[in-house]
């Protein structure tokens, strides 16, 4: 049976966490990319949202810097490759009409931070390691530093919301916890994890919802095992 597709003109399509890396640089770990640009191409929507962790970055791992034995082929070029050759398959897939046609926005997530938290202790190569240089702008996203908003009609889209003491929150209840930041809705990652709340608030237009979307990926990191 032949899906209909959804009426409407303005949709916004978010990507979880994807965790791009050099080990899912091959056909099988290019496949949901494939099948994202099949699902743009179907859906055509107005503008895709990467909203951070897109790539792992472990070349230069803020948990990993001091592990040298770890850390020993892991490779920054590499990175950059396997990001870059997911986007070539998603754009490939979706069709150059409907990439060009797309609004794009690239979420910093606190993977690609960790770059620029190389580059801050180690000031020489500032301007030559930049995920926002390598990646993002070569592929046309608008580019959101971490721990940032991009907000479009009343909606905030971070990698994560951050509390009051300048933390990630996390654990238990937290699309309530990004309510209790947010006075509007708010779209998130960096958990992995499906989520949602919502709040009537007196004199607001609009229901608030908190929506914490979860992950793109098949395989599971090495930090995570």
């Not at 959101?144 to 009051?164: A, L, R």
């Amino acid at each position: 049976m032949r899906q209909k597709s959804i009426e409407t003109d303005d949709i916004t399509l978010v990507v979880g966490d994807a965790h791009m890396d050099p080990s899912q640089h091959n056909k099988k770990g290019l496949r949901r990319f494939r099948a994202l640009g099949r699902y743009l191409k179907h859906l055509r929507p107005r503008r895709i949202v990467l909203i951070g962790d897109f790539a792992t970055c472990d070349s230069l791992s803020h948990w990993d810097k001091d592990k040298r034995l770890k850390i020993e082929g892991r490779r920054y070029r590499l990175d950059i490759e396997s990001a870059n050759g997911a986007l070539s398959e998603t754009r490939k897939y979706a069709g150059g009409q409907v990439w060009d046609a797309m609004e794009r926005v690239y979420v910093e997530g606190n993977h690609e931070n960790w770059i620029e938290q190389y580059v801050d202790r180690n000031p020489e190569v500032q301007g030559i390691l930049s995920i926002k240089k390598d990646v993002a702008d070569k592929f046309g996203f608008k580019w959101v530093p971490y721990k940032s908003d991009w907000t479009y009609k009343g909606v905030s889209f971070t990698h994560v919301p951050i509390n009051e003491a300048g933390k990630p929150i996390g654990g238990a209840n937290a699309a309530a916890k990004a309510l209790a930041i947010y006075h509007n809705s708010v779209v998130w990652g960096h958990s992995h994890k499906l989520d949602l709340a919502c709040v009537a608030r007196h004199n607001s237009p609009h229901l608030n919802q908190a929506i914490n979307v979860g992950c793109f990926f098949e395989h599971v990191d090495d930090y995570a095992r």
